[in-house]
């Protein structure tokens, strides 16, 4: 089959499907998708909620007690804690209904979903980390999100098995680091962006295996150098010392000069390490991935963000899909040991599995919600093999002739993810808002829900400009303040306009010598996504040998872009 050319359902603009697509949509049996790439990763993240967390009471039989839940209170849903919800004081199976033929799929889904119980918060073997969302097997952790074993680490996205740190977005195997994005196997490295094994270090862009290096970039196994300059070790030592990293206006006025350091040097067109015939960046042993982003040990895959670990056979999944699974489509924390999942979310270790949520080692399932150890299962209720078979065939036949519509007039068939209005959370509670970032006129015009922040009339007892300049000044006491944000509410960031210093926090600081924070934890996240490149590929020219490139690098953007082998000649 001809690559065709289609106009996307949603934005209106062209895309492009290849014959390799088509191959993969005919052995998935589902047809070619409506919506363009990008619309589909955007659909697919307003329904994942990482970051937002609320005080609600429990909904179980007996239970009021308040909890902390991904779910705004005014969400009219059925809310369980954790442990309520994983016990066997309920059954999944009772909520069970027929399907009704005079009622689209995703209308009789959106009812059946209101009136099923849902998980507070997706945490999972945890000790003592319950203000954690979508986090697992981890310790003594604060505002954690998309973590996995992780061991007193605070205010991070995206961590993984790192230990005593904070304020991180993509960290993998680290411990006492702080404010660092898309770092990985350091230790006591603070400040810095792209960098691998690197040890007692500030403001590092894009350098490996370094160590007592400050304010560099594009170095490789170097010692004590400070802005690409060798020092002895002595003059490092001092050098450090009159930096004064202690200090909050210190280490702003050092934010701005790696600013400048960070623009004037050389930038890899895409970070692809090990990988063969595979596009996008950030990936890492990959085989025939294309448009993929932060993907590692996977192959033959399209259109896929955040995941991969003997992944093969997957378009349009993620973020949190993999692990041992093969054959999914427009999933999304869906993996370990799965095959042929498609439209759904936080499904594990199951097989065959159509537009369900929740579900864990199941068989054969389609529009269920919370299922576990079950198959042949449509809408909760169970049938047998020849009649679940039967009417799968027959609901698919008509969602075709019935089609959902939405009200911006959008056309959802057998084939498509859910409806981005039917998801149980605001477009600005969801990582589509870190990743596709609108406003409020934008996103309510797109069709979008958005929720409006509450006024919840903070007593400030301390404004961010007025607190000690230097940690060396601070003392238990911060940990009772209620500190106004600096930015006061007024943001485009999703601003708490207030923050505390717990207790933790506050001794993270004080052992490692880092300045109390101006900027409420939304704040300083959104600070750290701006640091990472979108999700999308252009066209460009290598900066030196004017080759062709593809690269998350858009033609206006300022840095300085090489393509492969120029960079490698220049850093490597």
């Not at 998708?33 to 990482?50: A, G, H, K």
């Not at 770092?183 to 960098?195: A, E, K, P, T, W």
């Not at 196994?221 to 690409?228: A, D, P, Q, R, T």
């Not at 389609?366 to 020849?386: A, M, T, V, W």
Request: charged residues 30%.
């Amino acid at each position: 089959m001809n690559a065709e050319t289609k106009v996307c359902q949603n934005c209106k603009k062209d895309f492009v499907i290849e014959p390799e697509d088509f191959d993969f949509y005919e052995k998935i049996k589902v047809p070619a998708p409506t919506f363009c790439f990008q619309c589909r990763t955007v659909r697919r993240l307003s329904f994942r909620n990482e970051l937002s967390l609320y005080k609600r009471k429990c909904s179980a039989p007996g239970h009021n007690e308040e909890m902390i839940s991904a779910f705004s209170p005014e969400k009219n849903m059925v809310v369980y804690d954790n442990k309520y919800w994983w016990s066997d004081q309920w059954d999944p199976m009772d909520f069970g209904r027929d399907y009704d033929f005079s009622k689209t799929f995703f209308e009789q889904w959106r009812d059946f979903r209101n009136k099923f119980p849902f998980q507070s918060v997706s945490n999972s073997h945890n000790v003592n980390s319950d203000y954690c969302n979508v986090a697992d097997y981890s310790k003594d952790c604060y505002l954690v999100s998309g973590g996995f074993k992780n061991e007193k680490v605070l205010y991070s996205n995206r961590a993984e098995g790192d230990k005593d740190s904070a304020d991180l977005y993509v960290a993998h195997d680290s411990e006492l680091c702080y404010d660092n994005v898309l770092c990985s196997d350091s230790y006591h490295v603070f400040y810095s962006l792209r960098c691998t094994n690197c040890t007692d270090s500030y403001f590092l862009y894009d350098c490996r295996n370094c160590s007592n290096c400050f304010g560099c970039s594009n170095l490789r196994s170097k010692n004590c150098y400070i802005f690409n300059q060798p020092y002895t070790k002595e003059e490092y030592s001092q050098k450090i010392k009159e930096f004064n990293l202690s200090s909050f206006s210190s280490v702003q006025n050092l934010k701005k000069e790696f600013e400048k350091i960070y623009k004037k040097s050389v930038h890899r067109y895409a970070n692809i390490l090990k990988s063969d015939r595979s596009t996008g960046d950030n990936l890492e042993n990959t085989k025939n991935c294309k448009s993929c982003f932060d993907i590692k040990e996977a192959e033959e895959g399209k259109y896929n963000h955040w995941g991969g670990l003997q992944t093969k056979d997957f378009y349009d999944s993620g973020p949190g899909t993999g692990v041992g699974a093969e054959l999914l489509y427009e999933t999304f924390d869906t993996g370990v040991q799965c095959s042929r999942n498609f439209f759904t979310s936080v499904v594990y270790s199951s097989r065959d599995v159509y537009y369900s949520f929740n579900c864990y080692d199941c068989s054969d399932l389609f529009g269920c919600i919370g299922l576990r150890s079950k198959q042949s299962c449509i809408f909760n209720k169970q049938y047998s093999k020849e009649e679940y078979k039967a009417l799968k065939d027959k609901i698919i036949e008509h969602m075709n002739s019935m089609p959902y519509v939405d009200k911006k007039g959008l056309v959802y068939k057998f084939g498509e993810f859910f409806p981005a209005e039917l998801s149980p959370f605001a477009y600005n509670e969801t990582v589509a808002q870190d990743y596709f970032p609108l406003n409020r006129d934008q996103a309510i015009k797109e069709g979008y829900n958005w929720r409006d922040a509450e006024n919840k009339n903070y007593k400030i007892t301390i404004n961010a400009e007025d607190l000690p300049d230097d940690i060396k000044d601070v003392d238990d006491s911060i940990s009772n303040e209620i500190i106004g944000c600096a930015h006061h509410g007024k943001c485009n960031d999703v601003c708490s306009a207030a923050f505390r210093i717990i207790s933790q926090e506050f001794q993270f600081y004080k052992k490692l010598g880092i300045p109390l924070p101006r900027y409420c934890f939304g704040c300083r996240h959104a600070a750290r996504l701006r640091l990472r490149n979108p999700m999308k590929l252009w066209d460009r020219q290598c900066a030196k040998c004017g080759r062709e490139i593809k690269t998350s690098y858009a033609p206006d953007r300022p840095e300085i872009v090489y393509c492969e082998s120029c960079y490698n000649q220049e850093v490597a």
